[in-house]
């Protein structure tokens, strides 16, 4: 039986649950491939009475005109900056706290500890950013604390340093316990056999965590890693739209919220397309390359 025929006849017999995955192929189609189109305003001049098509061509010249900027080469630094800055951070803490509520025999402290840390994910940066405002205001709780302490108050929200730091820690709090989650499950999946074969030949906790447990996990390390790599032009919009103010551009402006005050507060939306097309490009081939560096060196593949 050939290869065509096997998958019609697979086709015949499953085609219910074909039938199911129509909805949601129709608003994949419809959300994510039809609005492709506009990505053409990009090579637009684009005016909103005249529509998509019927705006005059230019070319690469959006393209150009966004290099000339003066604030361009900041909002690329800043983005690879502070990207960079929460995956290498981000990275090893879910890891770490894996490893170590694994070591607790304690299950209801386990569990506890677990939703604990993770809860803030499930909460909106919208809600959070409420909540930051008033913990690092000048008023706010860790400014009393220092001032108890003798040490002046620290303006968290407008000044550029203290700002970025604390842009890398709550981000690293809100996400953690996600991370922390897939690790513990990854960890819980090994087989006991082999840790009671490391303690038979006289192994302590700390070898069977570094020659059982980590290379155990690495597979699931590589894939979060690869996730991450695609991820190095998406600074956190939500995070930095609600928290940033024109005191931290310098440091905190990133390429999406240049996007959006580009697009819909100047309502240059041929620039803002642009800049957006050159990060989702750019985004594009560091997840294929980062695939491929999987795939060449350690032999592990996504599909």
């Not at 998509?52 to 361009?72: A, H, Q, R």
């Not at 995070?239 to 390429?255: G, H, K, N, W």
């Not at 642009?274 to 390359?289: D, P």
């Amino acid at each position: 039986m050939n290869k065509k025929k096997t998958s019609f006849l697979n086709f015949r017999k499953n085609w219910p649950l074909h039938l199911m995955l129509l909805p949601g192929i129709i608003l994949v189609i419809i959300f994510k491939y039809v609005p492709l189109g506009g990505i053409t305003i990009a090579f637009k001049d684009f005016y909103p009475r005249k529509g998509i098509f019927g705006s005059p061509w230019v070319g690469l010249d959006n393209f150009e005109y966004m290099f000339l900027l003066p604030d361009t080469m900041r909002i690329m630094w800043n983005t690879l900056k502070i990207a960079l800055l929460k995956i290498l951070i981000n990275f090893p803490v879910p890891i770490l706290i894996a490893i170590l509520l694994n070591e607790i025999k304690s299950k209801w402290f386990k569990k506890s500890v677990q939703t604990i840390i993770y809860l803030p994910y499930f909460i909106s940066w919208v809600i959070l950013a409420g909540m930051i405002l008033d913990i690092f205001s000048l008023e706010g709780i860790i400014n009393q604390v220092l001032g108890m302490i003798g040490m002046d108050p620290v303006f968290f929200m407008g000044d550029n340093k203290p700002f970025l730091g604390m842009l890398i820690g709550t981000d690293v709090w809100k996400n953690f316990g996600y991370g922390t989650v897939i690790y513990l499950a990854a960890i819980t999946g090994i087989d006991e056999s082999l840790y009671e074969s490391a303690r038979i030949d006289g192994a302590g906790r700390l070898k069977q965590t570094l020659y059982i447990t980590i290379p155990s996990i690495a597979p699931i390390v590589m894939l979060m890693m690869i996730l991450n790599l695609g991820n190095v032009l998406n600074a956190g919009f939500e995070q930095i739209f609600t928290l940033y103010s024109p005191r931290v551009y310098e440091s905190a402006d990133i390429i999406d919220t240049f996007v959006y005050r580009i697009s819909l507060v100047d309502a240059n939306y041929a620039l803002g397309t642009a800049v957006g097309l050159l990060k989702s490009v750019v985004s594009f081939l560091l997840i294929v390359t980062s695939y491929k560096l999987a795939n060449k060196y350690s032999d592990y593949t996504i599909f």
